[in-house]
């Protein structure tokens, strides 16, 4: 485990700009061309879309929007999109976000319910409102109006589990008693040319409350972007997580010196500092600076964040350093 050196950085930092980024480490050298990253084992899909998006002269927001669609889509992913296990009343509610690390700008959807696609319209808030976030019955008309067709999310098999979870007397429910079901795609990319993106995808806790809104779609928690720094992103127990401003805390930890890897460690730290509780907490998260550089870390080893790496058309699973 690589633990941050505080002084270190902060010496850095004094008397230089503060945007400057460390020296890579071996294992996370910089990369002259684009670079996906993104949480768990359907990351390997996404990124291998991103990349084919961006080769055929897409942008990096279509990448990584088309990166994400691919977990959205698969109904036998039952934590985002389309098969996505659902909440205490059998509703699927979908959360997402987008940042565009040029013009420092996200488009978000939080609750979102009958559209598969949620990150495609956080896209559009982005593109065609003056919004950032667009929640519940109003992200649903939006995404009507925007001509996505509303379809049933649940899958027979995300409906099974819910009636097994419901008939069971002694299930566990969110009023102040976590469950523990979750794996979001959280990505984060470059182009090779210092922009930036990151990108987060959800349907959040199973059996959640209605109307609970995760840190996925919240800009500096589930996902951040600046191009004169780099990007992040997290997964996990949101709740928790929220609470953090993980992702933006990350980027700021990087743009006053630290790598990737140190920045993500370094927030994982600060939650313990917080509440040495946290060291069972259910915590990951990803991070990438404009030079292509990544770090990734997890809490503990009970919650060990898998996660797939595209660089130089190689595409490959890692498994990240974990704190406790
Ligand atoms: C949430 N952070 O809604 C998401 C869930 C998640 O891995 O990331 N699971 O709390």
């Known amino acids: 485990m690589h633990t941050i050196n505080r002084r270190t950085f902060v010496k850095a930092v004094a008397g230089t700009a503060a945007l400057a980024v460390s020296e890579p480490r071996a294992a996370t050298a910089a990369s002259s061309g684009a670079v996906f990253l993104s949480t768990w084992v359907q990351g390997k899909a996404a990124n291998e879309r991103a990349a084919e998006v961006l080769k055929s002269g897409g942008t990096l927001l279509d990448a990584i929007e088309k990166g994400i669609n691919t977990a959205e889509d698969d109904p036998n992913i039952t934590s985002v999109g389309y098969g996505g296990l659902p909440n205490a009343e059998g509703e699927v509610e979908l959360d997402a976000a987008i940042m565009d690390g040029t013009r420092h700008r996200a488009g978000a959807v939080a609750s979102l319910r009958k559209f598969k696609n949620p990150i495609s319209v956080g896209r559009l808030v982005l593109e065609k409102t003056r919004h950032t976030t667009l929640a519940g019955d109003g992200a649903f008309r939006f995404a009507l109006q925007m001509g996505f067709r509303p379809q049933q999310l649940l899958t027979p098999e995300s409906l099974k589990k819910w009636l097994e979870w419901k008939a069971d007397p002694k299930h566990q429910t969110f009023w102040l008693n976590p469950t523990d079901n979750h794996d979001t795609i959280g990505m984060v990319g470059t182009d090779g040319k210092g922009h930036m993106v990151s990108g987060c995808s959800t349907s959040g806790l199973a059996w959640k409350i209605p109307g609970r809104v995760g840190d996925s779609p919240l800009v500096g928690c589930g996902v951040y ?98 704190l406790y």
């Not at 997290?234 to 709740?239: E, F, L």
């Not at 990737?260 to 600076?289: F, G, H, W, Y």
């Open 225 to 322: 972007a600046d191009d004169n720094v780099g990007a992040a992103s997290a997964t996990g127990d949101g709740d928790l997580m929220t609470n953090y401003c993980t992702s933006v805390s990350i980027v700021h930890t990087m743009a006053r010196g630290a790598s990737p890897q140190e920045a993500c460690e370094e927030l994982l730290q600060q939650m313990v500092k917080t509440d040495p509780a946290n060291r069972s907490a259910e915590a990951a998260v990803i991070a990438m600076n404009n030079r292509g550089e990544i770090g990734a870390a997890s809490m503990q080893k009970g919650f060990h964040l898998k996660y797939a790496l595209w660089r130089e058309g190689q595409s490959q699973f890692l498994e990240s350093v974990k």
